[in-house]
């Protein structure tokens, strides 16, 4: 009797530690402002050694390195320095898109060698201009070749190695998936308003599972017997980001291409990765956030919808290792998301929340631009301008610009339009 007692027990005890552990199964996100913990948000503008940052010189050279250490070594992880001289393949059509556009097809060669690893990137130029064209750049979920119906585009060799992994999607044929993204592109609205739009798919820079960073970009930067990223190194928005700057390197290679006016932008945990390559890469003129919630532009001490815990059990290989120390304990983080925001000053950042997209924290994403702004006064700029969420659909903001539109988690022309008049409003256009 008594040792079934304790057998019992003992099971119960098992049962509790699984469920602490896994914490998975039974996560329900909070989605009422009430129950929101109460939370002191880290201050960008006090350092480490207590002092408060009052000039853009001592946030430069001071406060913004300690935050981007943080950034660093606690969430994204360390980004090697390139070691490679990167060469890269153009092939050119001057005439696509019914006359309307040049299409160009870059293969980048990280390391300089075609045999180790390559990358492909799809761009269209407006015709007819004669000055360098202001890009939009942006990684793209499901192959370029979704991103217009466009025959010519060309299909992904690691994208039909993706598709490959699932019985699911093994026989797709890839022709039927031309196009089948398009409308999170505007291409059409981009090229009539006289910027050009690059675009590389995802996967072509690390595959989007968990294999210990296998495949992908990293082993090209282990170092002697390494296998997979230590705690404070990388992870794939990591290697996305490092991607995107990738693409910066072809730009400032091609005359066709204004370097200095290039915005980047991304949606959802793409959304994650421009922020981060925004962050780390100043080359980039204007950094755009999509619905990016938790790990993007929403503050996860709210712990609203989406949690650091959720998101790094769902997606171990999104993040460093480091970043598990706060799951469920958000109080401990250094940094919030809203320091992310102020590491892009006093370049111009957008932040777009949909309003049925409550997983990602409309209101915390708000808030980031809102707590950010600070820094940007350092540099005379005005951040966000408003205290309190605008309406539906209002876009808000001066040098970080922010709207919530009514609909789902997506990217829509409403977005792109906004995105649009932001860049020709900082660009002078
Ligand atoms: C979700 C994830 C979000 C967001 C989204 C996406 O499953 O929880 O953080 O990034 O995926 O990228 O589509």
Redesign the pocket.
């Known amino acids: 009797m008594r040792l079934i007692h304790w057998q019992k027990i003992g099971h119960i005890i098992l049962l509790l530690c699984y469920c602490a552990i896994s914490g998975f199964s039974q996560f329900q996100a909070n989605y009422d402002e009430s129950k929101i913990p109460d939370y002191k948000l880290p201050d960008p503008l006090l350092a480490e050694d207590n002092t408060k940052i009052t000039n853009s010189k001592d946030w430069i050279e001071k406060r913004r390195p300690e935050i981007q250490r943080l950034f660093q070594t606690q969430v994204y992880g360390i980004t090697p320095a390139m070691k490679y001289s990167m060469t890269f393949d153009v092939q050119t059509d001057q005439n696509t898109l019914d006359g309307k556009a040049i299409r160009k097809q870059v293969t980048l060669y990280p390391t300089g060698n075609p045999q180790d690893y390559h990358i492909e990137m799809l761009i269209y130029l407006p015709k007819g201009v004669s000055t360098p064209i202001p890009m939009f750049l942006g990684l793209n979920f499901s192959g370029n070749h979704t991103v217009h119906l466009d025959p010519g585009i060309k299909i992904s060799s690691h994208w039909k190695e993706n598709m490959k992994r699932s019985p699911k999607t093994e026989s797709i044929d890839p022709e039927t998936t031309r196009g089948s993204a398009s409308s999170r592109w505007a291409i059409d609205m981009i090229l009539k308003r006289g910027y050009g739009l690059a675009t590389i798919y995802y996967g072509d820079i690390d595959p989007d599972f968990d294999d210990q960073f296998q495949n992908g970009v990293h082993p090209l930067f282990y170092t002697q017997g390494q296998t997979k990223s230590k705690e404070d190194e990388w992870g794939s928005i990591g290697a996305w980001a490092w991607g995107l700057s990738r693409a910066m390197d072809y730009f400032e290679k091609d005359p066709d291409i204004d370097q200095r006016h290039v915005s980047v932008m991304g949606h959802?945990?793409l959304g994650?990765t421009s922020l981060w390559a925004g962050a780390q890469d100043q080359r980039f003129a204007i950094v755009i956030s999509n619905d990016s919630?938790?790990?993007g532009a929403a503050l996860s001490l709210r712990r609203f919808g989406?949690t650091v815990g959720r998101?790094n059990r769902?997606f171990p290989h999104w993040f460093c290792d480091n970043f598990n120390q706060y799951n469920e304990n958000e109080d401990a983080l250094p940094v919030d998301q809203h320091m992310l925001i102020s590491l892009m000053a006093p370049r111009p950042v957008y932040i777009a929340s949909a309003f049925e997209d409550r997983?990602a924290d409309p209101k915390g994403e708000f808030l980031s631009g809102k707590y950010a702004s600070p820094v940007y006064q350092l540099f005379g700029k005005r951040g966000i301008g408003v205290d309190t969420m605008p309406d539906l659909n209002t876009p808000v903001g001066h040098t970080i610009g922010y709207h919530i539109r009514s609909g789902k988690h997506d990217v829509t022309d409403y977005d792109w339009k906004q995105y649009l008049d932001f860049a020709d409003r900082h660009f002078q256009k």
């Open positions: 959802s945990r994650k919630g938790c790990g989406e998101i769902s997983w």
